[in-house]
């Protein structure tokens, strides 16, 4: 594609210069072919398994046998990275209580946004204790109060250990919050030209962030450097998305930003 596109996108860029590039756009990129199982004889396998029998020659290795990978224990040990038993347990102690009672999440419901479950860091004097208790802390941002919470628990008692709050620091949005960005930049006059290039891209509408791969960025305002509209990012949490059609081409929607506290969309100025 290197045809300039005038309606909507500007200068096409190539896939490395959009990481660089500050102008809306939409790449083309070489996606992987889909070469795969069909070429070997598909669902049935009639060529693949003839050779490995009937037709396997004197002394040949014989077909590989592919074992189950073993179960997840339900418990680590140590500094093992946390099990999924784990990650779920401490996950619903860290969320139960107030923060469950009047947090809200991205989207407005009662409970606030999980963001991130990490094993914790050892406490003083446990770094060589093997028997030392495993702790994991639980990252929440309550869209109520614009707080980031992280919560400790001891994963041998049950126990919240303890609680910490911040206000006016922005980790990396979680998957949710990037489809709820992009869902709130759909449903804005912003979102016209995001709509119209994945039309002229796919021929269909687009009405849903499920239709796009989406990752994004954390949008702090800097004095005089955005629309008034912006100028609580960073006490608010906002959201600059890298937004690609599924199996398709980037659309750049970098130079917009959704204030996800607000909820609300802004265009930053492209100069």
């Not at 250990?161 to 980790?171: A, D, I, N, Y």
């Not at 608010?236 to 929607?253: A, E, M, Y």
Request: proline share 6%; aromatic share 2%; glycine share 12%.
């Amino acid at each position: 594609m290197r045809d300039t596109v005038h309606r909507h996108l500007g200068k096409v860029l190539t896939g490395a210069a959009l990481a660089a590039a500050g102008t809306a756009a939409m790449v083309a990129v070489t996606l992987p072919g889909t070469a795969g199982a069909d070429e070997s004889g598909g669902a049935a396998g009639g060529g693949t398994r003839a050779a490995g029998q009937a037709g396997q020659e004197p002394g040949a290795a014989p077909p590989g046998v592919v074992e189950q990978a073993p179960a997840e224990a339900r418990k680590g040990t140590g500094r093992d990275p946390l099990t999924g038993d784990e990650i779920g347990r401490v996950e619903k102690i860290a969320a139960a209580g107030q923060l469950s009672a009047t947090g809200r999440d991205v989207d407005g419901s009662r409970g606030a946004q999980r963001l991130t479950v990490d094993l914790a860091e050892p406490e003083d004097g446990e770094s060589d204790d093997p028997d030392a208790p495993r702790r994991a802390d639980v990252t929440f941002y309550d869209y109520k109060t614009d707080t980031l919470v992280t919560r400790t628990v001891n994963l041998k008692t049950g126990k919240v250990e303890r609680t910490g709050t911040q206000h006016g620091v922005q980790p990396p949005p979680s998957r949710a919050e990037n489809a709820e960005a992009a869902r709130i930049l759909i449903a804005d006059p912003l979102g016209a030209g995001l709509k119209a290039d994945y039309k002229d891209a796919t021929g269909k509408e687009l009405t849903s962030p499920d239709q796009l791969q989406l990752t994004g960025g954390i949008y702090e305002a800097a004095p005089g450097a955005q629309p008034a509209v912006l100028d609580k990012c960073g006490a608010h949490r906002c959201v600059r998305l890298f937004s690609k059609v599924l199996n398709g081409p980037w659309i750049d929607t970098r130079d917009l930003v959704i204030d996800l506290s607000a909820r609300k969309a802004a265009a930053l100025d492209r100069g």
